[in-house]
C-alpha cells in the first residue's frame, strides 16, 4: 500500500494538480477489507463488473 500511497504522490507533484486523486483498483478475485485497504483505496472493480449482463 505504501507503494500506490508513494506513486499516488509523485502524480499530484508531477501534475500539479490540486483535485483529489481517486485509486480504484480492478482485481479478478476482489480485494481483502482491512483497515490498510479501507484507508488507501477508494473503490474496486472486480471481473463480475466488468463482464455483469446488462
Do not use: P, W
Amino acid at each position: 500500500m505504501e507503494n500506490l500511497r508513494n506513486k499516488s504522490t509523485l502524480f499530484r507533484q508531477l501534475t500539479k494538480t490540486r483535485k483529489g486523486i481517486a485509486l480504484t483498483l480492478i482485481t479478478s478475485c476482489g480485494l481483502v477489507k482491512n483497515s490498510y485497504s479501507m484507508n488507501s483505496i477508494h473503490a474496486q472493480l472486480t471481473s463480475d463488473d466488468l463482464f455483469a449482463e446488462a
